[in-house]
Each structure stands twice: as structure tokens, then as C-alpha cells.
């Protein structure tokens, strides 16, 4: 068995082989994506692959094509409006769209690599921080392309991304509030190890600086992006003596567990206290009252993703960063603090 290197000689697998000190069908495991090779091993054998300019052969067209999603958890409407997405497109291309959970918000777990390698789908969207070196490595040695869309982190330069302007929509929800005269506004954003949320904090604390707003250490929060993280966080936030007039949810789902908190507290909304989320995603509309929120194109970027995926191979490295524009989307989660309708401040 022969592969083509990239630098126009040809290498046996039997060398391969004999360099990295394992046999034969060792070697020809790691190259289909066999789980019964150990960690330690496929690396070794990945790593003399790439060394060589080791390429399998890639075959005209995949038997079933794919167009596969990976997730960290597959629980929120927020997934959903990027699954929407990639169907989309995969419709328009006659593809299927396969989901898989795996890994944690980071990276995928070890496990998925050699699934996807036997699937061999067209293409991989990954929603995570980063790809492992590894995992890149064998991607690529089987012509399968990424791309990471919405990256929680700062992607290497050398992978593809379809993200949204977090910094921007962080400004656009603060600067609504103190626009409208607020001046105790609280955030609840997402976790502290995610790009977005500290972008999305950022802004945050960018709007309230050129409003002349001093931001409360007190009043910032890191949440995880649910529902029940948005209530807890909340309840403590109102149960203030000094609480906020104002509390800027980074997403959606945060925003309807602090509505739940206000309610459970006997607060008006807006009347007592202005709400903001992030995403619009579809329940927003429906919260009583309807969410004022900042809108996440998620549906954009994941079709975004996947053309790029889609390309042909000679144009794959025309666009490896996109960045869409978030909008505030204004409804009646959000009014004047009471000092501007008559009443002193709380």
C-alpha cells in the first residue's frame, strides 16, 4: 500500500511503519480511523505522517454526504438555530446534516476523531474554542475541512471561522439602558473562559465608561448561558439593597430566567426593572413581555459555516475569518428607570 507525499516522492507504509516502531497494520489502522490504536500510538504514527507530506488519497465523492455538527451539549433552542443553518444549505447541496455531542466547550473529546474519519462526511462544523493540533492533523491528512462557528475562543490563525461581533453587541445592549437613563445596570454574561463572554463584558463595560457610569464590581456577573444560571444570579442581584434598575443578560435564555426572578420577587418588568438578552432566539418574542435582545445572526453563521465547507478546494483559503454584524432588537422589556418617570431612582 503507497501513498503520494506532497513533496512529489512516494513513501511506503512499511517505512512508516519501521520509524515509528509498530507494524504494518498498525499503521493502516491510524490511517482509517481505527479506535483500537492507543492514543500515544496514533499520535506517533500522525506525526511521521504529516512529516513525510503523507496524503490518503481523497475519493471523488463520499458514498453518503455529510455535513457533520459537533457539539458540547446539544440541550438549547440556541443549538437549534444553528442546526437550522446547516440544513439549509445541506438541502441546497443534497446533503444530510449528522449531529454529534462530544468533548466539553473547549475541544471535542478524544472518541469523536475516529468516528468521523470512518464517515469521512464532506465536511466538520465544530462549535468549540479550539481544534487540537491532532485532531487538525488528521483532518486534513484525510482532505476533511473544518471550520469552527460561533468560537467561544480565539481560533489559530490557520482555522476557519464564522463568529458574530460580541464586543459590538455588548455596547449595543448597555448603551440602550443608559440611554435610557439607567445608571445601576448589572450583567449577567456567560462563562469566564469564553471569548465571547468576556467580549460581550467588554462592551459591557465600554458602554457604561461613555456614559459616565463607574460599572459596580458588585453587579457583574458570569453565568452559563441557561436559564437556571439567569434566575440564581438574579435573585441574588435583586435581593440588594442597592439593586439594579437594569440587568443585561449575555444570552437569551439567562434573560428569561431573570424575568422568572423578577416575577418570583414581585418586580415589574420594565416597570421595575429593564431587561436586555443576547441571541433572539425564538422564545424571545414570546417572554411576557417580549425580550428586548441583541440579535446573534446564529442561522447566518451557520450557513456561512457551511459554505465555507463547501467551497471548492482551490478557494478554501479565500475567507478564513467571518464576522457578522449584531443589532439590537428593541421590544418592551425595557423602559426608563422609575427616577425618570416621576419617582426617585432605587
Given at each position: 500500500m503507497r501513498e503520494?507525499?506532497?513533496v512529489g516522492r512516494r513513501v511506503t507504509l512499511a517505512a512508516v511503519a519501521r520509524e515509528a516502531g509498530v507494524s504494518l497494520p498498525t499503521v493502516s489502522k491510524v490511517l482509517n480511523g481505527r479506535s483500537d490504536v492507543s492514543p500515544a500510538t496514533r499520535a506517533k504514527v500522525e506525526r511521521l505522517l504529516d512529516a513525510h507530506g503523507y496524503r490518503r488519497r481523497t475519493p471523488g465523492q463520499p458514498q453518503a454526504p455529510l455535513i457533520e455538527i459537533v457539539f458540547h451539549e446539544l440541550e438549547s433552542v440556541w443549538a437549534m438555530e444553528l442546526i437550522r443553518g446547516v440544513e439549509n444549505v445541506a438541502k441546497q447541496n443534497d446533503a444530510t446534516v449528522a449531529l454529534t455531542e462530544s468533548g466539553t466547550r473547549q475541544a471535542p473529546g478524544p472518541e469523536w476523531i475516529g468516528g468521523v474519519l470512518r464517515?469521512?462526511?464532506?465536511?466538520?462544523?465544530?462549535?468549540?474554542?479550539?481544534?487540537?493540533?491532532?485532531?487538525?492533523?488528521?483532518?486534513?491528512?484525510r482532505a476533511i475541512p473544518f471550520v469552527i462557528v460561533d468560537p467561544a475562543g480565539d481560533p489559530d490563525p490557520d482555522v476557519p471561522s464564522?463568529?458574530?461581533?460580541?464586543?459590538a453587541g455588548g455596547v449595543a445592549?448597555?448603551?440602550h439602558l443608559t440611554d435610557q437613563g439607567h445608571q445601576r445596570v448589572a450583567i449577567i454574561t456567560g462563562p469566564e473562559d469564553l471569548m465571547?463572554?468576556?467580549a460581550r463584558l467588554d462592551g459591557y463595560r465600554s458602554a457604561m465608561a461613555m456614559?459616565?457610569?463607574?460599572?459596580?464590581?458588585?453587579?457583574?456577573r458570569f453565568g452559563d448561558f441557561h436559564v437556571q444560571g439567569g434566575f440564581e444570579h438574579a435573585m441574588d442581584l435583586l435581593r440588594r439593597p442597592d439593586r439594579p434598575t437594569a440587568i443585561f443578560a449575555g444570552s437569551d435564555l439567562q434573560a428569561l430566567g431573570v424575568l422568572e426572578a423578577a416575577r418570583v420577587l414581585g418586580l415589574s418588568v420594565p416597570g421595575d426593572l429593564s431587561v436586555v438578552g443576547y441571541d433572539d432566539v425564538p422564545p424571545a418574542r414570546w417572554s411576557s413581555p417580549p425580550l428586548t435582545t441583541v440579535q446573534q445572526p446564529l442561522q447566518r453563521m451557520a450557513e456561512e459555516a457551511a459554505r465555507m465547507l463547501l467551497r471548492p478546494?482551490?478557494?478554501?483559503?479565500?475567507?478564513?475569518?467571518?464576522?457578522l454584524a449584531t443589532h439590537l432588537v428593541v421590544r418592551q422589556s425595557t423602559a426608563?428607570?422609575?427616577?425618570?418617570?416621576g419617582g426617585a431612582e432605587r
Amino acid at each position: 500500500m503507497r501513498e503520494e507525499a506532497q513533496v512529489g516522492r512516494r513513501v511506503t507504509l512499511a517505512a512508516v511503519a519501521r520509524e515509528a516502531g509498530v507494524s504494518l497494520p498498525t499503521v493502516s489502522k491510524v490511517l482509517n480511523g481505527r479506535s483500537d490504536v492507543s492514543p500515544a500510538t496514533r499520535a506517533k504514527v500522525e506525526r511521521l505522517l504529516d512529516a513525510h507530506g503523507y496524503r490518503r488519497r481523497t475519493p471523488g465523492q463520499p458514498q453518503a454526504p455529510l455535513i457533520e455538527i459537533v457539539f458540547h451539549e446539544l440541550e438549547s433552542v440556541w443549538a437549534m438555530e444553528l442546526i437550522r443553518g446547516v440544513e439549509n444549505v445541506a438541502k441546497q447541496n443534497d446533503a444530510t446534516v449528522a449531529l454529534t455531542e462530544s468533548g466539553t466547550r473547549q475541544a471535542p473529546g478524544p472518541e469523536w476523531i475516529g468516528g468521523v474519519l470512518r464517515r469521512r462526511p464532506l465536511g466538520v462544523l465544530l462549535v468549540f474554542s479550539t481544534v487540537p493540533e491532532d485532531v487538525k492533523r488528521q483532518l486534513r491528512s484525510r482532505a476533511i475541512p473544518f471550520v469552527i462557528v460561533d468560537p467561544a475562543g480565539d481560533p489559530d490563525p490557520d482555522v476557519p471561522s464564522v463568529g458574530s461581533a460580541n464586543w459590538a453587541g455588548g455596547v449595543a445592549a448597555t448603551r440602550h439602558l443608559t440611554d435610557q437613563g439607567h445608571q445601576r445596570v448589572a450583567i449577567i454574561t456567560g462563562p469566564e473562559d469564553l471569548m465571547c463572554s468576556l467580549a460581550r463584558l467588554d462592551g459591557y463595560r465600554s458602554a457604561m465608561a461613555m456614559a459616565g457610569h463607574e460599572p459596580d464590581p458588585g453587579l457583574v456577573r458570569f453565568g452559563d448561558f441557561h436559564v437556571q444560571g439567569g434566575f440564581e444570579h438574579a435573585m441574588d442581584l435583586l435581593r440588594r439593597p442597592d439593586r439594579p434598575t437594569a440587568i443585561f443578560a449575555g444570552s437569551d435564555l439567562q434573560a428569561l430566567g431573570v424575568l422568572e426572578a423578577a416575577r418570583v420577587l414581585g418586580l415589574s418588568v420594565p416597570g421595575d426593572l429593564s431587561v436586555v438578552g443576547y441571541d433572539d432566539v425564538p422564545p424571545a418574542r414570546w417572554s411576557s413581555p417580549p425580550l428586548t435582545t441583541v440579535q446573534q445572526p446564529l442561522q447566518r453563521m451557520a450557513e456561512e459555516a457551511a459554505r465555507m465547507l463547501l467551497r471548492p478546494k482551490d478557494t478554501k483559503k479565500a475567507a478564513l475569518r467571518i464576522e457578522l454584524a449584531t443589532h439590537l432588537v428593541v421590544r418592551q422589556s425595557t423602559a426608563p428607570p422609575a427616577g425618570r418617570r416621576g419617582g426617585a431612582e432605587r
